[in-house]
Each structure stands twice: as C-alpha cells, then as structure tokens.
C-alpha cells in the first residue's frame, strides 16, 4: 500500500485524529460530492473529530489498526475500504468507510 492509498489515508486519518492534530485531520475529509468544506464545515468536522478522539482515549488508544479491504472502483475516482481498530483496552471494532479521489489524493467521505 503506497502513502497515496485509500487504506493509507484512512490510518493516517485515525493517527491524526488520535494525536488530537484536527487541523491536519480534517484536511483527510471531503463532502460527499468531493467538494471542499465552508469555514462554518471545517469547525464542525473538526468538533466531531475531536469527540472521535475522545472515544478513543476512553478505550486506551490505539494499539493497533489493520486495513481488511481496500477497492477501488474500475474509473480510479472513488473506492471503500474496510479496517479493523483494536484499542488499548482490548476492545476492536470493525468499520468501513467511501473515500473519493481529489486532486490526486484521496480523501474520506464525511458521512453526514
């Protein structure tokens, strides 16, 4: 997996988000359409990475992550991928999230 992956941006997204540096992490998300986040958008991603953040300290950190599938549709432009978190605590959890091609690099899906 090269450092311009789907998978590489998802752990690098949860290594930012878990040093608390919301700054760099938000610049790991894009809108569904792919479009940039408003100002107004950034302070509220970078809210909710932070309660993100929190979970994960409440659970001991990460101990580890594992990227479980990564594809990437026939066109390049967008792809899933699949990973494992275990935290500190022992507990794992098993998520999947869309990134989306932007500019070259790939950025994840905010959900909402």
Known sequence: ?????????????????AGSDYEKAVDTYTKKDGTAFTEEERTKVKGLLAM??????????IKSM?????????DGT???????????????????GELIKVDGKWKMKISN
């Open 52 to 61: 993100g953040a929190s979970e994960i300290e409440k659970k001991g950190g």
């Open 66 to 74: 594992e990227i479980l599938e990564e594809k990437i549709s026939d």
């Open 78 to 96: 967008t792809a899933t991928v699949k990973w494992k978190i275990t935290y500190g605590n022992g507990e794992t959890d098993n998520s999947d």
């Open 1 to 17: 997996m090269g450092t311009n992956s789907p998978g590489a941006t998802v752990k690098k997204a949860f290594e930012l988000i």
